[in-house]
C-alpha cells in the first residue's frame, strides 16, 4: 500500500507561482511513477503530468512550459512547480502513484488563481 499526501496549495493571483508536493509513506510496494492530476470546476480529471521513477516526464496538453514535474527519490516526494498560473487553473489537484498493485491517490489539494 501507498500513503499519499499534498501539500503546497492555497491562494494566489494571476501571474503568481505555486509549488505542490507530495510525499509517500508507509510504502510497501515499488513505486513505479507518479503523476499529477486536477479536477477543474465543471469539467472531468485530467492529467497535469508524470515522472517515473527514472526521471521521465509527461505533460498534459497545453501544461508543459508553465508547469514542471520533478522528484526526489531520497524523501519520496514529487513536486509540480507551477508558474504564470491563471484563474482557469484553479481546481483540486491530486498526486497518484503507479504501483504493481494498482494506482494510489492523494486527498487532494486545493488550488485558487485569483484575476
Known amino acids: 500500500q501507498v500513503q499519499l499526501m499534498e501539500s503546497g496549495g492555497g491562494s494566489v493571483q494571476a501571474g503568481g507561482s505555486l509549488r505542490l508536493s507530495c510525499v509517500a509513506s508507509e510504502t510497501t510496494v515499488s513505486i513505479n511513477a507518479n503523476g499529477w492530476y486536477r479536477q477543474i470546476p465543471g469539467k472531468q480529471r485530467e492529467l497535469v503530468a508524470t515522472?517515473?521513477?527514472?526521471?521521465?516526464?509527461n505533460y498534459g496538453a497545453s501544461l508543459k512550459g508553465r508547469f514542471t514535474i520533478s522528484r526526489d527519490n531520497a524523501k519520496n516526494t514529487v513536486f509540480l512547480h507551477m508558474h504564470g498560473l491563471k484563474p482557469e487553473d484553479t481546481g483540486v489537484y491530486y498526486c497518484?502513484?503507479?504501483?504493481?498493485?494498482?494506482?494510489?491517490w492523494g486527498p487532494g489539494i486545493q488550488v485558487t488563481v485569483s484575476s
Open positions: 497518484n502513484a503507479f504501483t504493481p498493485l494498482g494506482t494510489f
Open positions: 515522472i517515473s521513477r527514472e526521471g521521465l516526464t
